[in-house]
């Protein structure tokens, strides 16, 4: 057993504002499943928002994150998150993100359901340099000790150590490289593990979005909200050689138009907003003209921007696209939504608190109340910063030094898995049945079959983590169908339509607006 002060799960922007904003007297474990650089984070487009403009304001943001939250927002986690922003950036520029400027100061950009430009981004591709920035600085750090290729298997609580007590004392973890599972102990723990995205068969998420902290969390006895909720991205490129490749909502924001492949626009006859609605709206009217037409796909122009403007702004998807033998300066570029926001996740407070002691989670893993039925685009890496960034005050406020002495992992009763090939088929079943239904339009009967599947994988899974030794797939499949499960148990208790959870049973928007909370027995 080794110990640590703060244990660190994952390594996006919430676990690097984090683990960068703790006191160095601090002793930080920092793992990641993959590389450092394989995160949601860093494969975000668009950029933070922030009211930064003379004619921008607080109440301007707050109004339009309720708005795009469907009702669902707490309106007091909004204002946290809001009014913290500016100096969550200040920070973030301090650390050396070099952000877009223009003679005036810095270039902001303007995405759907905000109501003026406040979008700090690096070209179209902030997150990579805002982790490129952050990990330089993490890997400087003398108090912090980062580990890649390490997956946590489980969290270690006091229920687990036959206490009674609702507390964490760290966590048993998975060296990939070397196939042994270890215990670290910690003072606190902190889940920052992203979202859920890989349930589903087309997402815009990297293949570490597996659910992972909340599965954990909820085994551990803590509860999760609002999971029904999962933001389809309207806009992934449909090609068969790009694999979850965004379309930055970005390009909408100047003036990207989305067509048939007649050329008619559509987006004004379903939103006043037209490519300026929300993302749960337009990825609905999206997802109805491809169904009414039998369309594999439709179309975004920015043909009549100046070639000079697109490559400028968009760099990035310019490069990519012309990889794939596809000018976006000439030519439209071929779009369908994929899975890409996981809105719900674990309760937490302000602090990033969960109902356990010493038990933290931050970012996507979570719901804060921030992103209710819907999140507003690029408020995600915000709330990251302003999370991170508390997570880190409270903890250095609240000392917690590792306890007691944690058992080893007991893999006496378990042998080598003899067909790996269970876990393959399994992982591809899910993703199936959850894309077609759990995806963006739902019915009772659909939950149902999809409730079905789940009961039925998990038994085979439960089996196999008990018989034999753990392993990467097995672990990550495990906790990916546990989080389906409760996205599936959201969706079913969810009786109207509003914001990304639309039923066909129940179409109607309720007039009061209840969270969806599951308590674990």
């Not at 006191?23 to 949601?40: G, H, N, Q, Y």
């Not at 719900?344 to 996507?364: F, H, K, P, S």
Request: glycine letters at 8%; one cysteine or more.
């Amino acid at each position: 057993m080794e110990t640590c002060d703060v244990l660190i799960i994952g390594s996006g922007l919430a676990a690097a504002t984090l683990a960068l904003s703790l006191p160095e007297r601090l002793r930080v474990v920092m793992i990641t499943k993959k590389a450092l650089t394989d995160s949601s984070s860093q494969m975000a487009q668009g950029g933070i928002a922030s009211v930064q403009a003379d004619d921008d304001d607080f109440d301007a943001h707050v109004r339009d994150t309720l708005q795009a939250g469907a009702g669902l927002c707490d309106e007091a986690r909004v204002r946290h998150v809001v009014e913290n922003g500016p100096a969550a950036l200040k920070w973030l520029i301090e650390q050396g993100v070099a952000f877009d400027r223009e003679t005036s100061g810095y270039h902001l950009t303007r995405e759907g359901g905000h109501s003026h430009r406040r979008i700090l981004h690096v070209a179209d591709a902030t997150g990579n340099a805002v982790q490129t920035t952050l990990l330089a600085r993490l890997k400087q750090a003398p108090n912090i000790e980062i580990r890649t290729q390490h997956l946590a298997v489980d969290l270690i609580t006091g229920r687990k150590l036959g206490l009674d007590e609702a507390t964490v004392h760290g966590a048993y973890v998975l060296d990939i490289a070397a196939d042994q599972v270890n215990t670290i102990a910690a003072g606190h723990t902190v889940l920052a593990t992203g979202g859920a995205g890989k349930a589903f068969l087309y997402t815009s998420n990297p293949d570490t979005a597996t659910g992972d902290g909340i599965a954990m969390a909820w085994r551990a006895g803590c509860r999760v909200a609002n999971l029904e909720f999962i933001q389809f991205h309207p806009t992934c490129l449909y090609h068969p050689q790009a694999k979850s490749f965004l379309i930055t909502e970005a390009m909408r924001g100047e003036g990207a138009l989305l067509r048939l492949p007649d050329g008619t626009r559509f987006m004004p006859e379903h939103d006043p907003r037209a490519e300026l609605a929300p993302r749960d709206i337009v990825a609905r009217a999206i997802d109805f003209e491809m169904k009414k037409r039998g369309l594999d796909c439709v179309y975004l122009d920015i043909t009549h921007k100046p070639a000079r403007f697109i490559i400028e702004h968009f760099p990035n998807i310019y490069a990519r696209c012309k990889e794939l033998g596809i000018d976006i300066t000439q030519a439209w570029l071929p779009v369908a939504p994929a899975t890409h926001y996981t809105c719900g996740g674990v309760m937490v407070d302000t602090a990033g608190r969960t109902d356990l002691a010493n038990l933290y989670a931050i970012g996507e893993t979570t719901s804060t109340g921030l992103h209710g039925a819907n999140r507003l685009a690029s408020n995600s890496l915000l709330e990251c910063l302003v999370y991170g960034r508390s997570a880190a005050s409270d903890i250095a406020q609240s000392p917690a030094a590792p306890g007691r002495p944690l058992p080893d992992w007991d893999e006496s009763r378990v042998t080598d898995a003899d067909e790996q090939v269970v876990i393959t088929h399994n992982w591809h079943e899910l993703r199936r049945f959850m894309w077609d239904y759990v995806g963006i339009i739902r019915t009772n009967k659909r939950l149902e079959r999809a409730s079905h599947r789940i009961r039925l994988l998990r038994e085979e899974i439960d089996e196999f983590y008990s018989n034999f030794r753990v392993t990467n797939d097995l672990i990550e499949l495990r906790n990916l169908v546990q989080t389906a499960e409760l996205i599936v148990r959201c969706a079913q208790l969810r009786h109207e339509s509003r914001g990304l959870h639309a039923s066909r049973d129940y179409p109607e928007t309720l007039p009061v607006a209840r969270n969806t909370v599951l308590v674990p027995e």
